[in-house]
Every structure is written in structure tokens, then in C-alpha cells.
């Protein structure tokens, strides 16, 4: 089994409805691709560089979540579709995903 996990930012300048209405299609586009999910909210930071010589840590202002799925097998069309959308709706430069082989234990 194949887990995913995304990291994304509801950026830009929505309503909280639009946000709401966006994150809902995010969730109803993993299901149709991946057949369920975990969705956790987090807090974070990410480092940015002002200048050439000066680093500056920029603390997440954003809600941010943490999206698992967990698969069968590899689905790196499907996860860039789903990327390429969650980037468009929400104003982001980029979503960051970790992908692992994990095993599964069902009881």
C-alpha cells in the first residue's frame, strides 16, 4: 500500500464559504480517485529568504491541513490532477506530498 500525505494552505482571498465549498470538492474529487481520506488541520511554519544574505522564518498564517490517502498502488496522474487543483482553488505556489510504502493491518 501506497501512503500520500499533502500539506496545503487555504490561501488567497476567499469568503470562508468559498473556502468551505472549494475544500468540500478537494475531498469529493479524493474519494472518487482514492476511495477515502484523512483530513487534519495543522499549524506550520516555512522558511523564506528576504535577501541574498538574511533568512527569515515565516510562521503559517493560513488554516493549513494535512490530507492522507492511502492506496494500492501509485497514482502519480491522479495525485498531480488533484496538486494542479488544490493549487489553482486556493492561491498556492505549491503543495508538498510525502509518499511511502506502508503496510496495512486490518483487525
Known amino acids: ?5 499533502l500539506y496545503f494552505a487555504l490561501g488567497g482571498k476567499h469568503t470562508d464559504n468559498a473556502e468551505q465549498v472549494h475544500l468540500e470538492k478537494v475531498l469529493e ?3 472518487e480517485s482514492f476511495g477515502g481520506y484523512s ?3 495543522i499549524q506550520g511554519g516555512w522558511g523564506h529568504q528576504d535577501s541574498q544574505f538574511e533568512e527569515l522564518w515565516v510562521m503559517v498564517e493560513e488554516d493549513s491541513y494535512r490530507l492522507t ?3 494500492e498502488s501509485v497514482k ?15 492561491q498556492q505556489e505549491e ?3 510525502t509518499e511511502e510504502e ?3 493491518v486490518r483487525i
Open 76 to 90: 502519480p496522474d491522479k495525485l498531480s490532477s488533484l496538486c494542479d487543483y488544490i493549487k489553482r482553488n486556493f
Open 95 to 97: 503543495v508538498m506530498y
Open 69 to 71: 490517502l492511502i492506496t
Open 39 to 41: 483530513l487534519q488541520k
Open 102 to 104: 506502508v503496510k496495512v
Open 29 to 31: 474529487k479524493v474519494c
Open 1 to 5: 500500500m501506497i501512503r500520500y500525505e
